[in-house]
């Protein structure tokens, strides 16, 4: 698969699943993408916050 199927699959599926841990606990949250380019996979988030995995 080159980048650009990587770029078309990503455009055509915008939900991920990014997991990230707190301690020793698991976190999984559901990201929308706004889209993808040569230039980058962009995500958004409905308010600013910190993304860290930390509660």
Do not use: H
């Amino acid at each position: 698969m080159d980048m650009g199927e990587c770029i078309r699959f990503a455009n055509e599926n915008p939900v991920a699943w990014v997991a990230t841990t707190s301690g020793d606990q698991p976190r999984v949250r559901p990201l929308q993408m706004w889209f993808a380019d040569t230039t980058g996979f962009y995500f958004q988030t409905q308010m600013m916050k910190e993304f860290t995995g930390r509660s």
